[in-house]
């Protein structure tokens, strides 16, 4: 059964996210890169510093800060793109992001092995006393470890060149809370807020990616014991589900609510920590409980 029109809970979430509804790849790409580059100069910076993963979102979000990089040349100064490449050991679609790469064109490359450092970290917990329920939840806690892990490495390259770490988050995983606190969800700048994750597809597309690339099955790849688990297997809904959902289509009753729940259980992830001086507090909304 499709829920028709769009209901109060549908038009909060899309306006709390930003979502876009006017959308011009050609324009987007212009509003973004410019964003990227007047963030440099603004703040002084002199690099923008972001993992490609062989994914769209990498993919488009290293365009736009290798465009910006470029362009702050015409304001008489030296900005360059760093592109990490930050595997768990050799990771199975590590031609993808070489050849990501290879479209971007970025200014340097740094690849940092996060094996070691994620292995011991897990070791250390273990031989802390630490214990898991099972294998998943342990093998689910290693990879928000590798998440924090590829952090560390962009911040430290973002401080050793006076950077800003570039994010990927976008209203489609925004709205699902589908990233790693404090992991893949920290970031200095997020080109990509407010875009579905088709209109994502679109401004590769725009780029000249080739459709394989822009259309690549959405994987987090966080997970050892599931390589390359597919996005919408973990979410339990499609993107595009939920990029309906954010454009105010109707959607299935059952992938709204599967939608709404993660909204709602998400929403410490989008915000800064509580303090006891909020008011109302920030991980309340007005959403009701149906």
């Known amino acids: 059964m499709l829920t028709t029109g769009i209901d109060p809970i549908q038009q ?16 987007e790409i212009v509003r973004r890169t410019t964003f990227l580059a007047d963030q440099l100069i603004e703040h002084d910076k002199h690099s923008l510093v972001l993992g490609i993963s062989g994914g ?9 800060a290798q465009h910006a990089a470029e362009q702050t040349k015409g304001h008489g100064r ?21 050849r990501a790469l290879k479209l971007i064109g970025p200014h340097r490359i ?15 917990l273990r031989d802390a ?7 998943y939840q342990e093998d689910f806690i290693l990879g928000n470890i590798k998440a924090r892990q590829r952090m560390i490495a962009h911040y430290s390259v973002a401080g050793a060149t006076n950077g800003l770490v570039v994010g990927t988050d976008h209203a489609a995983e925004a709205l699902m809370g589908f990233f790693t606190k404090f992991g893949d969800g920290a970031a200095d700048v997020t080109p990509l807020y407010g875009l579905n994750k088709h209109q994502v597809q679109q401004l590769a597309l725009a780029f000249g990616a080739p459709e394989d690339m822009a259309y690549k099955v959405p994987t987090a790849d966080l997970e050892t014991l599931a390589p390359g688990k597919p996005d919408e297997e973990a979410l339990g809904v499609s993107y595009e589900q939920i990029d309906d959902f954010l454009s105010g289509k109707p959607v299935d009753e059952q992938a709204r609510e599967r939608i709404v729940e993660r909204y709602r259980a998400t929403t410490h992830k989008r915000g ?15 959403i009701p409980s149906s």
């Open 129 to 135: 006393g630490l214990t898991f329920e099972n294998a």
């Open 78 to 98: 030296q900005a360059d793109f760093i592109a990490l490449r930050l595997p768990y050991g050799i990771q199975s679609d590590e031609e993808a992001a070489q």
């Open 12 to 27: 909060e979430i899309m306006d709390a996210l930003k979502v876009l509804h006017a959308f011009n790849p050609s324009a």
């Open 56 to 64: 769209v979102d990498s993919l488009v979000a290293g365009y736009l």
């Open 110 to 124: 740094l690849t940092i092995d996060i094996k070691p450092v994620a292995d011991a970290m897990l070791q250390q």
């Open 272 to 286: 800064l920590p509580n303090d006891p001086y909020m008011t109302p507090p920030r991980d309340r909304m007005s």
